[in-house]
């Protein structure tokens, strides 16, 4: 989702006219649908089954279309289904188990690491055509404490962690949890002013809150960039994030020239 809506974005933006108000910019326009921060939840629809057709013969109508609930989801998954919310939850737990956990930091400086995601693992190559082959989670935190990023294989059916691994200079994806506390950063920053002003600008109230903008982004990856500011250059041994904003069911505000290090909490202005 986030590389869609960063396409999008781009798409729109590069031919709008964009007035500068401050040190943010300001575009008029309004994405079709709706949009939200938050791509981690699963959504689930009813199935519809097509009415029966008619037959001329009997001068009978089509039945009217009925619509089957979706079944609902158990506690535990079957082979290469998708974890269940129950399963989500166990294995969160049992990777954040190790008594090392409480020493490490989350992205607001919270005990235990920040979680990122949790995914089902591949099955062992010797279990690929077991059907009773145990069921295994991927569980990946970053621990900003030391700037590591944590990824432990838990057995929901034993419930052991089976492998852990720790690696530096790696960014997966950012959270929604990590992209909230980037605005926040921002909202706080003398450089968040802009931001700010356009905000009162377009909707007379005070912007004091990331509630009060839709917002998503990404990982700012260094390597892509044609120039990287002295203040970013830890990007990569540390998370940093940019960010793309929009007033709920309103205007763009474009924060893409703001990146913050959520490692050191600074926010820094590039282009």
């Given at each position: 989702?986030?590389?869609?809506?960063?396409?999008h974005?781009?798409?729109?933006?590069?031919?709008?006219?964009?007035?500068?108000?401050?040190?943010?910019?300001?575009?008029?326009?309004?994405?079709?649908?709706?949009?939200?921060?938050?791509?981690?939840?699963?959504?689930?629809?009813?199935?519809?089954?097509?009415?029966?057709?008619?037959?001329?013969?009997?001068?009978?109508?089509?039945?009217?279309?009925?619509?089957?609930?979706?079944?609902?989801?158990?506690?535990?998954?079957?082979?290469?289904?998708?974890?269940?919310?129950?399963?989500?939850?166990?294995?969160?737990?049992?990777?954040?188990?190790?008594?090392?956990?409480?020493?490490?930091?989350?992205?607001?400086?919270g005990?235990?690491?920040?979680?990122?995601?949790?995914?089902?693992?591949?099955p062992?190559?010797?279990?690929?055509?077991?059907?009773?082959?145990?069921?295994?989670?991927?569980?990946?935190?970053?621990?900003y404490g030391?700037?590591?990023?944590i990824?432990?294989?838990?057995?929901?059916?034993?419930?052991?962690?089976?492998?852990?691994?720790?690696?530096?200079?790696?960014?997966?994806?950012?959270?929604?949890?990590e992209?909230?506390?980037?605005?926040?950063?921002?909202?706080?920053?003398?450089?968040?002013?802009?931001?700010?002003?356009?905000?009162?600008?377009?909707?007379?109230?005070?912007?004091?809150?990331?509630?009060?903008?839709?917002?998503?982004?990404?990982?700012?990856?260094?390597?892509r960039?044609a120039?990287?500011?002295?203040?970013?250059?830890?990007?990569?041994?540390?998370?940093?994030?940019?960010?793309?904003?929009?007033?709920?069911?309103?205007?763009?505000?474009?924060?893409?020239?703001?990146?913050?290090?959520?490692?050191?909490?600074?926010?820094?202005?590039?282009?």
């Amino acid at each position: 989702m986030y590389e869609i809506v960063r396409r999008h974005l781009g798409k729109v933006v590069a031919g709008a006219a964009m007035a500068v108000t401050g040190t943010a910019v300001m575009v008029g326009i309004t994405l079709p649908g709706t949009a939200g921060a938050d791509d981690t939840s699963r959504s689930r629809t009813a199935a519809s089954v097509p009415p029966r057709s008619a037959d001329p013969s009997d001068g009978t109508a089509p039945e009217p279309a009925t619509v089957v609930a979706a079944p609902a989801e158990g506690a535990k998954g079957v082979g290469t289904d998708p974890l269940t919310d129950d399963e989500l939850k166990r294995a969160e737990a049992l990777a954040l188990a190790p008594p090392a956990a409480s020493a490490q930091r989350d992205v607001d400086g919270g005990r235990g690491p920040q979680h990122l995601a949790t995914e089902l693992a591949d099955p062992l190559p010797e279990e690929i055509d077991e059907p009773g082959a145990p069921r295994r989670a991927e569980v990946r935190f970053y621990d900003y404490g030391r700037d590591e990023l944590i990824t432990r294989t838990v057995n929901l059916g034993t419930g052991k962690v089976e492998h852990s691994g720790v690696q530096r200079g790696v960014q997966p994806s950012a959270h929604p949890e990590e992209l909230r506390e980037a605005l926040k950063l921002i909202l706080a920053s003398p450089l968040g002013k802009g931001v700010r002003e356009d905000y009162q600008d377009a909707t007379g109230k005070a912007l004091t809150s990331p509630d009060q903008l839709w917002f998503n982004g990404d990982v700012y990856r260094t390597y892509r960039e044609a120039k990287v500011p002295a203040q970013l250059a830890a990007c990569g041994e540390h998370r940093c994030v940019r960010l793309v904003t929009k007033i709920l069911n309103g205007s763009w505000i474009d924060t893409r020239n703001l990146i913050v290090d959520l490692s050191a909490r600074t926010v820094t202005r590039v282009g």
